[in-house]
């Protein structure tokens, strides 16, 4: 069982730390082991916090399996998987950053001498929600900085559905634009940038500024509409086909009202 410090300037790090690879004094050198336990230690910095002081400890070589106490600094940076995705294919990397350097969704780092992106953020198991160091990391998704992932919302009727599309980071959006996506035509109705939203035409903005855009079909007929018709329906009636009845120009299919004919006039000039 872990001791517990009575003192509270004393405390175990509070990184969780389940093997390493340190010092064997019957192997005489270094070699992988699995940490049984940590004890209390005085850290360099403040109490409770890992960012100085030794791990002391006891753990078992995986080597010889001799078990024995250790001691060992706490690294000053971690690595962290990376996995850069670039159309349908995927490559796994490894960067080392400081243990205190944030991560954020959006943020860039250095790839393989490449800027990547951030997408996707794997936490380690138990971390808090307001985690957002690199040594709280297990797992990065990026896209190369060239490229970002743009949101899109399509309205079809009354359900909105969602869409993504990977373009150029500095592809540039008007409110009014047609976009072809999937194949298939969109009109962008509008988009959101920060805490405005954008629907007037404009000089438009770039799709690394832009987090959510907004869309309908720009195929015929509009979705959530009857079909359209190019051409009358042929009537079932082959009386109303050859109906030579007056309609009514605002109301089509009612028999219209109309003056009746003049009278003929009689010989001396008056109707009879």
Do not use: K
């Given at each position: ?10 405390a175990i790090p509070s ?135 743009l949101r899109m919302a ?82 079932r009636s082959r009386d ?33």
């Amino acid at each position: 069982m872990p001791e517990t410090p009575s003192d509270p300037s004393v405390a175990i790090p509070s990184i969780p730390l389940h093997s390493l690879e340190t010092m064997c004094p019957f192997c005489s050198s270094l070699t992988p082991h699995r940490v049984l336990h940590l004890r209390p230690h005085a850290p360099l910095g403040r109490p409770g916090t890992s960012s100085g002081g030794p791990i002391l400890g006891v753990a078992r070589c995986l080597t010889c399996r001799t078990t024995h106490p250790f001691t060992a600094e706490i690294p000053r940076e971690v690595q962290i998987p990376v996995i850069l995705s670039e159309g349908a294919t995927s490559a796994l990397h490894r960067v080392h950053l400081p243990r205190e350097h944030p991560i954020r969704v959006g943020d860039s780092i250095r790839v393989a001498s490449r800027e990547v992106r951030i997408q996707r953020v794997e936490w380690q198991a138990g971390t808090p929600r307001t985690a957002d160091r690199a040594h709280q990391v297990r797992t990065l998704w990026t896209v190369p900085d060239d490229y970002v992932i743009l949101r899109m919302a399509l309205a079809e009727g009354a359900r909105t559905l969602p869409l993504r599309a990977r373009v150029r980071a500095d592809f540039r959006l008007v409110p009014g634009d047609l976009m072809n996506v999937e194949g298939r035509a969109y009109r962008v109705q509008g988009y959101r940038v920060g805490a405005r939203t954008y629907d007037r035409p404009g000089p438009g903005h770039t799709a690394q500024e832009i987090s959510r855009v907004y869309l309908r079909s720009a195929e015929r007929p509009p979705a959530g509409s009857s079909d359209w018709r190019s051409v009358r329906p042929t009537p079932r009636s082959r009386d109303r086909l050859f109906s030579t009845s007056s309609r009514s120009r605002s109301s089509p299919g009612r028999r219209s009202h109309f003056r009746e004919a003049p009278e003929r006039e009689n010989e001396e000039g008056g109707a009879h």
